[in-house]
């Protein structure tokens, strides 16, 4: 039974994040055929913002009518518009609207903000239900949170992209001489972006499978609610399992909560005044470096390169992200100054990317293999390093107090709004950023 139990939780866990992420990797051939072209991640990032709309009214909800809001019909409700959601845009993806004289993805802006709704919501629900079950299984709900990014990266890269070739056409007639032209032709992919937006429905299907099945299973396991609720939360935030949560026999379980707050007192005592400012800037710039200003131009910084180094870049950087995790649950360094030092490489990695992406369409080495290489690693480092960051700060902040969790939160929220909305108007009403063709962009040697 417990076995099945965590196998459940883990796939329950996969419907987590699993569209958003799908997303984000797919976005290499979708930009080639919607018209916003290289400017649609910045249209992502602010449509992923306005869904923290969902959070927002289940917290309002918990505030205002305790007791009435009924969990599983949420996350019943969630899911269902998840694999609804993913179905339609498998069919309505590439459908177009004329809006204020040109032509706009409003299907898929549409279906995007739904999914996007679906997994914000996802944080502030599926949790909560967890919480019902021992500490273990939460930790195994973690693990297929994780693998909500890992799955479709990896299908991403299973899939492939189409690779660009430069085909010369003639225009004109025989009599008055033909006019030759050069464009771009995508060879197509290993399978279309309609059979993964159903592998992503499928994956959906799995977690609401496995929700029902939770529900029904009998309850003769042992609830734990003596730690359960602070270790769950604490979990959130940190993105790690609580070591030490489960303990068998009652001395020993008095003896570890005895020792946790004696660490939480002196954790809590340890940082001072302009610390705890630096950690919560920490926290502010991470996200908003990873949540809005560099995956706004990511097209502009890769696509210059081929869509191979973008396919690689979006896939391998979904990827890092739960290796980060993973790495931190092992090798935990709270040194505010190691944290520092990995910030500032984070953001030399993404300063370079910003570099090449200001570059557009003629970053630097492009054409090359070092250049390809260069960028797909930068971008990879880039998510790896700045991940490590804010998983770190969360179990620091863990390890002191709930409200300052809260306000971690709070500060991951703000960085992350404040960077979709600084790039937005850069990139679509400015036009600081330059997209090009692959065939026909003239550079310097």
């Keep these: 039974m417990a076995l099945l139990i965590h196998l459940l939780a883990c796939a329950f866990g996969l419907g987590s994040w699993v569209a958003v992420n799908g997303l984000w990797v797919e976005l290499p051939l979708i930009v080639n055929t919607l018209p916003e072209g290289w400017e649609l991640p910045s249209y992502l990032t602010v449509i992923i913002q306005l869904a923290n709309l969902g959070p927002l009214l289940v917290t309002l909800m918990h505030k205002l009518c305790p007791g009435r809001l009924k969990e599983k019909v949420v996350i019943y409700s969630i899911l269902s518009i998840g694999i609804v959601s993913c179905v339609l845009l498998a069919f309505f ?7 204020a004289g040109a032509s706009r993805s409003t299907a898929f802006f549409i279906i995007t903000f739904f999914l996007s709704l679906v997994d914000c919501t996802s944080s502030v629900t599926f949790l909560p239900f967890m919480m019902q079950l021992p500490a273990k299984y939460v930790t195994t709900y973690f693990i297929g949170e994780g693998l909500s990014g890992f799955i479709p990266a990896v299908v991403a890269l299973a899939q492939g992209v189409g690779i660009a070739k430069c085909v010369n056409s003639s225009e004109g007639n025989h009599t008055s001489g033909d006019m030759w032209s050069i464009h771009t032709v995508y060879l197509p992919p290993n399978f279309s972006t309609e059979v993964f937006f159903f592998f992503l429905a499928l994956m959906m299907c799995v977690s609401l499978a496995a929700f029902i099945a939770l529900n029904r299973l009998p309850r003769t396991y042992e609830l734990s609610t003596e730690n359960l609720v602070p270790d769950t939360v604490a979990s959130v935030s940190s993105g790690l399992d609580n070591p030490g949560a489960e303990t068998d026999g009652k001395g020993v379980k008095c003896q570890a909560e005895g020792e946790a707050q004696s660490k939480l007192l002196q954790a809590r005592s340890k940082h001072s005044v302009y610390q705890m400012t630096f950690i919560y800037f920490l926290v502010v710039w991470a996200n908003a470096a990873t949540n809005g200003l560099l995956p706004s131009v990511q097209t502009y910084s890769c696509m210059p390169y081929g869509n191979l180094a973008y396919h690689l870049s979006a896939a391998l950087s979904s990827v890092a992200n739960p290796l980060a995790c993973t790495i931190a649950m092992f090798f935990q360094k709270r040194s505010l100054v190691f944290l520092g030092a990995l910030t500032v490489l984070g953001t030399g990695f993404g300063s370079y990317n910003m570099a090449m992406a200001a570059m557009s369409p003629c970053p630097l080495l492009q054409g090359s293999a070092v250049g ?11 998510t790896g390093t700045l991940t490590y960051v804010k998983v770190m700060v969360g179990v620091i902040l863990r390890d002191r107090s709930h409200i300052a969790l809260v306000w971690c939160g709070a500060a991951s929220q703000m960085g992350s709004l404040v960077g979709s909305v600084t790039m937005f108007p850069l990139v679509n009403v400015y036009q600081l950023f330059k997209s090009g063709d692959f065939c ?6």
């Design 93 to 99: 993806w590439d459908k177009t609207t004329i809006v």
């Design 372 to 382: 390809e290489t260069i960028i797909v690693l930068s971008w990879l480092f880039f």
């Design 440 to 445: 026909n962009t003239k550079c310097p040697l």
